[in-house]
């Protein structure tokens, strides 16, 4: 499976900025997702980030506040815009690879919004 | 929309004992199912997945089993031991490959006590 790395691994930010989480990916896939896991839920679809063209985000989500970049098949990002201690939880990026069902996540980005 | 249910929302059991988590869907489309395993400060790890055309899998001491007319599937860990203790994500998604979108239970926090 494809190796993927997330930056920052954490930040606590105050409320009002805006954080970029950066999504490397160590071969080329062909589906990149964005999740948010709020303290102790499940795992949520922010929005699926297409390669050349603009996001697909799901029902509650919106770009003004997600906005989603994915210049290549290798690397994406999110952005957590004008944040507020709501948004504090860890994001996750995840990929699928080809045409298989197999999805895969990468290791979180915790964000603490103060 | 389509919905996951899955319990207990915590299980605790004794090192060496048998632990099962169980899930319904809703969508009747649904074709794959994965779980997945979330250490504290870790992304989920894809442990075990199985497809609609099969009723069982196992791998070691892990085991998915799958009713598909009662749309429910459940894991099955034999002879736990204490590095078993984690959160546990049932999912299940249309699969199609590119089409398919993961919907996640709510989560179950395992503990095997040494």
């Known amino acids: 499976s494809a190796v993927i790395s997330q930056k920052p691994s954490r930040d606590i930010c105050q409320r009002g900025t805006s954080l970029t989480i950066q999504c490397q990916v160590d071969?080329?896939?062909?589906?990149m997702f964005w999740y948010r896991q709020q303290p102790g839920q499940s795992l949520t679809l922010i929005a699926t980030a297409n390669q050349g063209s603009e996001a697909t985000y799901e029902s509650g989500f919106v770009i003004d506040k997600f906005p989603i970049s994915r210049p290549n098949l290798t690397f994406s990002t999110l952005t957590v815009s004008n944040m507020s201690p709501e948004d504090s939880s860890i994001y996750l990026c995840?990929?699928?690879?080809?045409?298989?069902?197999?999805?895969?996540f990468g290791p979180g980005t915790r964000l603490t919004v103060l | 929309g389509e919905n996951v249910e899955q319990h207990p929302s915590t299980l605790s059991v004794q090192e060496g004992d048998s632990a099962v988590i169980k899930c319904t869907y809703s969508?009747?489309?649904?074709?794959?199912f994965p779980w997945y395993k979330q250490e504290l400060g870790k992304g989920p790890q894809l442990i075990i997945d199985i497809r609609s055309n099969v009723g069982e899998k196992k791998d070691q001491r892990i085991a998915v089993t799958l009713n598909k007319t009662a749309k429910h599937f459940s894991l099955h860990i034999t002879e736990t031991q204490p590095e078993d203790s984690a959160v546990y994500f049932c999912a299940a998604s249309r699969g199609s490959g590119n089409t398919g979108k993961l919907i996640f239970g709510q989560g179950t926090t395992l503990q095997v006590k040494p």
């Open positions: 071969s080329q896939v062909t589906m």
């Open positions: 969508d009747s489309a649904s074709n794959y």
């Open positions: 995840s990929l699928r690879q080809g045409s298989t069902d197999t999805q895969y």
